[in-house]
């Protein structure tokens, strides 16, 4: 029996829609729990948890998760600082907790994610990771070729090694090349289900609370449903995993 996680990229305060009650409505008669990530920006630090502790945070499920996202850019360019990013990941942590909510799951935008983040991921809490996009080498030159597309532990050093870091990677689903999101067409995102439920597969899939996928969302529920796979949030799949 597959296992899926379905992640929500929350970024709607820059992009002037979001589909995040759409998205709840559809879990709920699926009775699916999501992971949402809400995105701190170097730029925007504040809009995307304002948006949420404002509209949202009261509308989605206790049972489902609410995380972390880093946007590590300034300018349009990848901030590299190790330091520099580790007091965006703190500022991430620092404000959500603002809102009440202590993440434990966490994800780099862009899949931009760095070894040296892996000291201030341990130190904020967080358990579980899922910036991995196995096979692909993002626009920000971060290359993720070689690494396991199942669940893992990566070394401290470097991430596409196993190793005995505490936070645990759950590596996004990738088809044709590119991390699968429920936005894009039907037909990719059926073959990319289909073709990933066998076994005890783990699948990530992602949304975008700025993007209407709302139809492929249903669709998508309703398949996996029918082959008798199993949801569970981020952290939940690292707790299991442990056992």
């Known amino acids: ?30 009775h699916v729990p999501m992971t949402w990530l809400i995105t701190v920006s170097a730029s925007e630090p504040m809009s995307n948890v304002m948006l949420y502790h404002a509209e949202y945070l009261h509308r989605i499920p206790s049972w489902h998760e609410i995380g972390l996202r880093i946007q590590f850019q300034s ?25 009440h909510v202590k993440p434990t799951a966490f994800r780099a935008a862009d899949h931009a994610l760095l070894a040296s983040d892996l000291p201030y991921l ?22 993720w070729e070689g690494i396991p ?12 090694a ?3 870091a505490t936070v645990f990677f759950v590596p996004v689903l990738v088809w044709n090349g590119k991390a699968l999101y429920l936005d894009q067409e039907w037909g990719t995102v059926q073959s990319a289900l289909e073709g990933n439920t066998r076994g005890d597969s783990v699948l990530c899939l992602g949304a ?28 939940q799949l690292a707790s299991d995993w442990s056992v």
């Not at 929500?8 to 409505?25: I, M, N, W």
């Not at 597309?149 to 596409?160: V, W």
């Not at 975008?208 to 949801?231: H, S, T």
């Open 1 to 30: 029996m597959a296992t899926v996680v379905v992640t929500v990229d929350c970024a709607a305060a820059s992009q002037g829609r979001c589909y995040t009650p759409e998205l709840v409505r559809i879990a709920e008669e699926f």
């Open 75 to 99: 300018n349009g360019s990848l901030i590299t600082d190790p330091r520099e990013r580790g007091a965006l990941i703190q500022e991430g942590r620092d404000l959500l907790k603002q809102c």
């Open 122 to 143: 341990e130190d904020i809490g967080i358990i579980v990771d899922s910036s991995p996009a196995p096979g692909v080498t993002t626009s920000n030159g971060v290359d």
């Open 149 to 160: 597309s199942q669940p893992y532990r990566p070394a401290h050093n470097d991430l596409k």
């Open 162 to 164: 196993l190793g005995d």
């Open 208 to 235: 975008r609370d700025w993007a209407n996928g709302l139809a492929n969302w249903r669709r998508a529920a309703q398949l996996l449903r029918q082959k008798g796979c199993r949801f569970v949030t981020l952290t």
